[in-house]
């Protein structure tokens, strides 16, 4: 029997490598999206599955639009993604950031209660959510102090997941995963900041990178390693929650140097700090510990570094020198 995965935000980073990988198991992928401009797919196009995915217009603020696509579909697997996932932005629209990340997910919850129990549940928890940490290394039984309203709204998200999976015994499960990146993530985040800067200023189209804190220090994997783990909590007997981590650190810092370099470029020359990219309350440090994910999901993160600095370099500088292929 083909089964049906559901994904909201398949238009985003990570909605675009799950559904690849879904259709490379035989899932039937339906995606759910609201309705934006016209290239909203690219990323789709980019891994090449634009054509193999099934699209719904639908909204997380728009109850019934979730409702009737999950009842239509009864699909054994949903994958919620969708949110309002730039940290910086949460600041400026910390209500619309709270009603996806937090009330969106109930209307997701809600729509399988009542239409469609048997179907299994993701929710695309973060590590923003330790905050200001409080322990060195965070694992699933660190105590929470999200510093942002993006992070509070996805507490919310998190902690209505236990409570379904508690009180209506759904299979609900939470991801609670830190920064990962690809080629694919967008150009607001510091990464893909950086790496298409460094490209820029390699083939002489931009002279300076202005950023905020470069002292920030995150625990930063590949995207397309970390929506296995989506899958693989899917696919165990008992919903649970999993911190999903590479279990090592580096500085914004850090990763400037490893991209321009990478490019025979000092970014000492280039890289200097802009006030207005500091945040109000800021994440200083994030560090997890992938043990449980390790032992019971059998995961662990395929790609190092150096190695996902490399691969994001390459493509934006392919992408400047033919734009027609991106
Ligand atoms: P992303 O690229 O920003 O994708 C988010 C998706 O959500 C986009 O497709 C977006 O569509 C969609 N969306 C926004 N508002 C919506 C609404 N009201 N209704 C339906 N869809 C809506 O984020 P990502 O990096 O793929 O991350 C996927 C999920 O994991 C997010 O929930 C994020 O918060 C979470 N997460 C990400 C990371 C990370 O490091 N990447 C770490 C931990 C958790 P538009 O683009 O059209 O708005
Ligand atoms: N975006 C950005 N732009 N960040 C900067 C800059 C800059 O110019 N300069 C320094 N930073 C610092 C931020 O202050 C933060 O400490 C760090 O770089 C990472 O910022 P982002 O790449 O924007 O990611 P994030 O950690 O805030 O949030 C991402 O990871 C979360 C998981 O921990 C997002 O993907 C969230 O959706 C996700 O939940």
Request: glycine share 8%.
């Given at each position: 029997m083909t089964r049906t995965a559901l994904i909201t935000g398949i238009s985003g980073q990570d909605g675009a490598y799950l559904a690849r990988l879904l259709l490379d198991k035989s899932y039937r992928v339906v995606g759910l999206a609201p309705r934006r401009?016209?290239?909203?797919f690219w990323r789709l196009r980019t891994l090449g599955v634009a054509d193999d995915v099934r699209i719904e217009y639908a909204d997380l603020n728009d109850a019934a639009s979730v409702q009737r696509i999950v009842a239509r579909e009864q699909p054994q697997e949903f994958y919620n993604l969708a949110a309002q996932s730039f940290v910086g932005t949460s600041w400026e629209q910390p209500v619309h950031t709270g009603l996806i990340g937090g009330i969106g997910v109930t209307h997701c919850l809600e729509a399988i209660r009542q239409t469609s129990p048997h179907t299994r549940f993701y929710q695309a928890s973060t590590s923003e959510m330790f905050g200001k940490i409080q322990a060195p290394k965070q694992s699933e039984t660190t105590p929470f102090y999200p510093r942002s309203p993006y992070g509070v709204a996805k507490l919310y998200g998190h902690w209505i997941t236990i409570n379904y999976r508690e009180s209506f015994g759904l299979h609900a499960s939470s991801g609670i995963l830190f920064n990962h990146e690809s080629p694919l993530r967008g150009v607001e985040f510091v990464t893909r900041k950086i790496s298409l800067a460094a490209a820029r200023i390699k083939l002489g189209l931009q002279d300076k990178l202005f950023l905020g804190n470069l002292d920030a220090r995150r625990d930063w994997g590949f995207a397309g390693d970390y929506v296995d783990a989506m899958w693989r909590m899917l696919q165990q007997e008992a919903p649970d929650d999993y911190v999903v981590a590479t279990g090592v650190a580096h500085s914004v810092r850090d990763f400037c140097e490893a991209a321009f370099s990478h490019l025979g470029l000092d970014y000492q020359r280039y890289v200097e700090v802009d006030?207005?990219?500091?945040?109000?309350?800021?994440?200083d440090v994030l560090l997890g510990d992938p043990a449980k994910a390790q032992a019971r999901l059998g995961w662990s993160p395929q790609t190092n570094l150096k190695t996902l600095v490399t691969m994001m370099v390459d493509a934006d500088l392919q992408r400047l020198q033919s734009p027609a292929a991106a």
């Open positions: 401009g016209s290239d909203m006030p207005q990219f500091l945040r109000p309350a800021e994440v």
